[in-house]
């Protein structure tokens, strides 16, 4: 006597299997286009929509981290990161002169405070060593 165990499929589930992926997939297309114009993406979850706004909170919390003023979100450590900290910096004094003439005056003055926030943190902490050291911020 075999071992093997026969499996008997027949031909009716096979097709309401066939039409039950078929219909899976129509409707994940149909979802997947809505979500494309909704900001959602294919991951059972809302998107965060693209913004100004978003963009310079991204470089900032960069340039946070790399001054060693929040947790590294991968160590949870404190890093003062000076190369690192000086592009982020950078980038928005970048987007800061491409976007000149399209803000509007509330964007565009928080951008040049928050340049120059972020500049005259660089400064007091790059020059302060024993106080990096104080706040057990660990250098590359």
Excluded: C
């Amino acid at each position: 006597m075999s071992d093997e165990k026969k499996i008997i499929i027949d031909e009716d589930w096979k097709s309401q299997v066939a039409a039950e992926k078929e219909a899976a997939q129509q409707q994940k297309q149909a979802a997947s286009g809505e979500s494309a114009s909704a900001g959602v993406s294919d991951g059972d979850y809302e998107a965060i929509p693209a913004s100004f706004d978003l963009l310079v909170s991204t470089f900032v919390t960069e340039a946070m981290v790399a001054l060693g003023q929040l947790p590294h979100p991968a160590t949870n450590q404190l890093a003062f990161d000076p190369a690192h900290a000086r592009f982020a910096i950078d980038m928005l004094e970048v987007i800061a002169e491409k976007t000149k003439g399209n803000l509007t005056p509330q964007e565009d003055r928080g951008l040049q405070d928050l340049v120059h926030q972020l500049r005259m943190a660089f400064v007091a902490i790059s020059s302060q060593p024993s106080a990096v050291s104080q706040n057990n911020i660990e250098t590359p």
